[in-house]
C-alpha cells in the first residue's frame, strides 16, 4: 500500500499551527472566544489565503510573505529594554494617554490592564477586558469585522490573543486622546497578530492614535484587525501613523461600523514600511453617518504600499469622502483601490473620492482602481484619479527665485501631502505629523524617527 | 557692462525662434523691448533664466564677465537675475510666506549670510508690499492661486523688491493691470531702480513707458532686434503700428536684393 505524504499549502500550516498551540493561545478564553477562534480558523481553512490575481488583492500578492519562516509566540515574552532609552514618541504639547503593545501584546510598564475611570470609561488590555467584560466585549467582538472570505481577518480572530480595548459609554468624552503604540522588538523575525476593538457609545466622542514601529532590525510579519463601533450620534477619530523599517510586512484590517449619525474619520499616514497592505471597511449603518477616509504614504526604494477601501453606504443620507495620495520614488510601487457600495435602500447618498500620486522616477509604479456598486438611484457620486509628475512650471518658477531644485521639489512634494495633513484637526498633531512628512521627503527619518537606535535602513 | 548678448539663436523642437539676438545692457540703464505677438520676446526672457525647454543653438549671453548658459536657473537669481513672468504660475499648497522666505534666504546664503530670523523676515515683507500697495492678504494664501491677473502682476514685483536684483527682466508686467495698478506699479518699479541695477521691460503699450522711462527701446521682429532707439522711437510705433517697420524692413529686404 502506498502512502502519498501530501505537501501542506501555507493556508493549512497554519491551520495546523493553530490546531497544535490551541491550548496555550486559548488559555483561559471565555466561551464565546472560544467559539469565534473555532469558527474563524474553519472559515480561514474553508478559504486559505486570497490567490495569485484575486481581484481585491491583484497587485498585492501576500501568501509568500506569509509562508515565511517567523517565530510565532503565545506566551508574553520578557524582552529586556528600558523604554525611555529606546523611546520617545511625543506629540509635544499634546497630551495623550499612551498604551503599549509589544509584540502583540499588552505592555503594562508597571500599570494597571485595564484602566476604569469613574465616567465608566475603560482602557487597556483586550485580554483582560474579554475575560472582565465578557458580556460587553462578546456583544462587540468579531460581529463588525467579516470573516468570509476575509482571511485575513478570519486568521487574525483565530489567532489574536491581546490588543486595546476602549469603551466609552453613552455621552462621555474622551478627555485626551489614547495613543497606542504598537512595538515591534524582538531577537528575531517574527510574526505578530494583535486585536484592537474601540467602542465609542451613544453621542460620546474618542480621538485616538495608532503609531505601528519597528525597534530592532528582525523582519516582521504583522495581521492586525482594529474593529470600531461608532454609536448613534457618535464622533470617532483615528489616526494611524506607520512607520516600521523596510523589512517589515504589515497588514492591517479596520472595520468601522456607524449607526445613525455617528461621525468616523480614519487618517492613515505610511512614513515607513517595507510591504504595507491596508484595508479600510466603513459600514455606514444608520441614516445620517459620516465618514472621512484619509490617507497618505511616501515611499522609496522597494517599498510597497496598497490601500484597500471598502465604503458601504446602506442607509439614506450618509455621506462619505475618500482622499488618497501617494509619493513614489525610486521602484516603489503603490496601489489604491477604493470601492464605494450603495445599497437600494441608501438614497440621497453623497460618496466622493479622490487618488492623487506624484511618480518621481520612470520606475515607480502605481496602480490605482476606483469602484463603484450602485443600486439606488438618487445619489451624488464622485471619484478621481490621477497619476503624474511634479508640476515642470511650478517647478522652473521656484528655481527662477533661488531656490535649489531639491528645496523646489521638496516645497513643492510637501505641498502635495499637505492636502491630507491640513484635514488633521488635532493642531498639535497635525504640526507633528507634517514634521514627520518634511523629514522623511528630506530623507532625514531614514528608519523611525522616534527611535534612538541606528539600526539599518 | 552688466549683460552682453551675442548673436543668440534660440530652438523650441527644432524651430528657430531667436534668429541672432544682440544686445547690451549696463547698470542703471532702462530697455524696453516690443514687437509683435510671437516675435520671440519672452522666448529671450525665458534664455536670459535659463528655462531648459529652450534650446540654444549658436550665440553667447555674458553677465558680469560671466557666461550665463553654464549657470543653473537658481543660480542666475542668486548671481541677480529676475524675472517677471508674463503668465506667473500657480502652486497650490506653497504658502507665499514660506516661498518667500525660503527664496530670500537662499539668496542670503549665497552671498555668505545668515538666514533671517522669521520675525525680521515679516518685517522685510511689510515693508516691501507697500512699494507695490499689495493686499496683505494674498501673502497669507498659496503662491498665485486664485490671485486675479493684475494682483499676479504685482505679486513679481513684490518678489523683485524682496530680492532686490541686478538685471530684472519684465515681462508685460503691464497687461491686465488697470490704470490705477498701472501706475503703482510702474512707481514701484522706479522705487527699485538704483544706478547699479538695470531693467528689461517687456510691453506692447507705450503707456508703460510714459511711467518707467526707458534709455533705450528694442523692436524684435521674428526672432530679430530689427530697429533701436531711444523713447521716441516707441511713441513712433504706438502712433504707426508695426506695419510701419514691416513697410520698412520690406524696403530694406527690396534694396539688398
Ligand atoms: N513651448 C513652446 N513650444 C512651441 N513653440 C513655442 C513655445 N514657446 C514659444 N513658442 C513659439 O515661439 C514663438 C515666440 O514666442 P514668444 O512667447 O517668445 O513670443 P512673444 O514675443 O513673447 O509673444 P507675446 O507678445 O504674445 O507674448 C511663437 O511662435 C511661439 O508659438
Ligand atoms: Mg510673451
Not at chain 1, 494583535?194 to 466622542?205: E, V
Not at chain 1, 531656490?403 to 521639489?409: A, D, G, N, Q
Request: include cysteine; charge should be negative.
Amino acid at each position: 500500500m502506498k502512502e502519498s505524504v501530501k505537501e501542506l499549502n501555507t493556508a493549512e500550516k497554519y491551520v495546523e499551527f493553530f490546531r497544535k498551540n490551541q491550548p496555550v493561545i486559548s488559555e483561559g478564553d471565555p466561551a464565546y472566544l472560544l467559539q469565534l477562534r473555532e469558527k474563524a480558523i474553519g472559515l480561514f481553512e474553508a478559504e486559505g489565503f486570497p490567490p495569485k490575481k484575486q481581484e481585491n488583492y491583484r497587485y498585492t500578492h501576500l501568501e509568500p510573505w506569509f509562508g515565511k519562516e517567523f517565530a510565532r509566540y503565545f506566551r508574553e515574552r520578557k524582552i529586556a529594554f528600558d523604554i525611555d532609552d529606546l523611546f520617545s514618541c511625543d506629540i509635544p504639547s499634546l497630551e495623550t494617554r499612551i498604551l503599549m503593545i509589544l509584540n502583540g501584546f499588552f505592555y503594562s510598564n508597571g500599570q494597571k490592564g485595564l484602566t476604569e475611570l469613574d465616567n465608566g470609561i475603560i482602557y487597556g488590555s483586550l485580554r483582560e477586558a474579554t475575560r472582565r467584560y465578557p458580556e460587553l466585549v462578546g456583544q462587540y467582538l468579531g460581529k463588525n469585522a467579516e470573516m468570509e472570505h476575509e482571511p485575513f481577518v478570519a486568521l487574525n480572530t483565530a489567532f489574536a490573543q491581546d490588543g486595546i480595548f476602549l469603551f466609552v459609554p453613552g455621552n462621555q468624552h474622551l478627555e485626551h486622546p489614547i495613543q497606542i503604540i504598537h512595538l515591534l522588538l524582538s531577537d528575531t523575525d517574527q510574526m505578530v497578530q494583535h486585536r484592537n476593538l474601540f467602542i465609542a457609545g451613544k453621542n460620546s466622542r474618542a480621538d485616538i492614535i495608532i503609531c505601528d514601529h519597528t525597534l530592532s532590525p528582525h523582519m516582521f510579519l504583522t495581521n492586525s484587525v482594529t474593529e470600531i463601533y461608532a454609536e448613534e450620534n457618535a464622533d470617532v477619530d483615528i489616526i494611524r501613523l506607520q512607520n516600521e523599517h523596510n523589512s517589515s510586512f504589515q497588514v492591517t484590517n479596520t472595520w468601522i461600523n456607524q449607526e445613525r449619525n455617528a461621525r468616523s474619520r480614519h487618517s492613515t499616514i505610511t512614513l515607513h514600511g517595507g510591504m504595507v497592505r491596508n484595508n479600510l471597511h466603513v459600514k455606514l449603518q444608520g441614516e445620517g453617518a459620516h465618514t472621512e477616509a484619509l490617507g497618505l504614504f511616501l515611499i522609496d526604494k522597494k517599498q510597497h504600499v496598497d490601500n484597500f477601501t471598502v465604503i458601504e453606504h446602506r442607509q439614506p443620507h450618509c455621506t462619505s469622502h475618500q482622499q488618497f495620495k501617494g509619493v513614489l520614488d525610486d521602484d516603489a510601487t503603490g496601489v489604491f483601490n477604493g470601492k464605494i457600495q450603495v445599497f437600494q435602500d441608501a438614497q440621497k447618498t453623497e460618496a466622493y473620492q479622490s487618488n492623487n500620486n506624484i511618480l518621481l522616477t520612470d520606475t515607480a509604479r502605481m496602480h490605482t482602481k476606483p469602484q463603484l456598486v450602485i443600486h439606488a438611484d438618487d445619489v451624488k457620486c464622485s471619484h478621481g484619479a490621477t497619476v503624474g509628475q511634479l508640476d515642470e512650471e511650478a517647478l522652473f518658477y521656484l528655481r527662477s527665485r533661488g531656490i535649489s531644485v531639491e528645496e523646489s521639489r521638496l516645497l513643492l512634494m510637501y505641498a502635495f501631502a499637505n492636502d491630507v495633513i491640513s484635514r488633521i484637526k488635532e493642531p498639535a498633531l497635525k504640526n507633528r505629523i507634517s514634521h514627520l512628512v518634511e523629514k522623511r521627503l528630506r530623507g532625514e527619518l531614514s528608519r523611525c524617527n522616534c527611535c534612538r537606535m541606528q539600526c539599518q535602513d | 557692462m552688466l549683460l552682453k548678448i551675442r548673436d543668440l539663436r534660440v530652438s523650441v523642437e527644432d524651430k528657430e525662434i531667436l534668429k541672432g539676438i544682440d544686445l547690451e545692457v549696463n547698470p542703471g540703464e532702462v530697455h524696453a523691448i516690443m514687437g509683435p505677438n510671437g516675435s520671440g520676446k519672452s522666448t529671450l526672457a525665458s534664455a536670459l533664466v535659463g528655462k531648459d525647454y529652450f534650446q540654444i543653438t549658436h550665440g553667447k549671453i555674458d553677465y558680469e564677465g560671466k557666461n550665463l548658459m553654464e549657470l543653473s536657473p537658481e543660480d542666475r537669481a542668486r548671481e541677480g537675475i529676475f524675472l517677471g513672468f508674463q503668465y506667473p504660475v500657480e502652486i497650490p499648497g506653497v504658502s507665499m510666506v514660506n516661498f518667500l522666505r525660503t527664496a530670500v534666504n537662499e539668496l542670503r546664503k549665497y552671498r555668505g549670510e545668515e538666514p533671517l530670523a522669521a520675525g525680521d523676515f515679516l518685517k522685510l515683507m511689510r515693508e516691501k508690499k507697500q512699494i507695490v500697495e499689495i493686499d496683505s492678504d494674498l501673502t497669507s494664501r498659496s503662491v498665485n492661486e486664485g490671485f486675479s491677473g493684475g494682483e499676479k502682476k504685482k505679486n513679481e514685483i513684490f518678489q523683485m523688491a524682496l530680492l532686490n536684483p541686478k538685471l530684472a527682466i519684465l515681462d508685460e508686467t503691464d497687461s491686465g493691470l488697470d490704470i490705477d495698478a498701472l501706475r503703482i506699479v510702474a512707481n514701484g518699479v522706479n522705487k527699485l531702480r538704483r544706478p547699479d541695477n538695470a531693467i528689461i521691460v517687456i510691453t506692447h503699450y507705450q503707456r508703460l513707458l510714459e511711467y518707467i522711462i526707458p534709455d533705450f527701446v528694442h523692436i524684435l521682429y521674428k526672432g530679430r532686434i530689427v530697429k533701436s532707439g531711444d523713447k521716441n522711437l516707441a511713441v513712433e510705433l504706438e502712433k504707426h503700428g508695426y506695419d510701419w517697420i514691416k513697410q520698412e524692413l520690406d524696403v530694406e529686404a527690396k534694396l539688398s536684393e
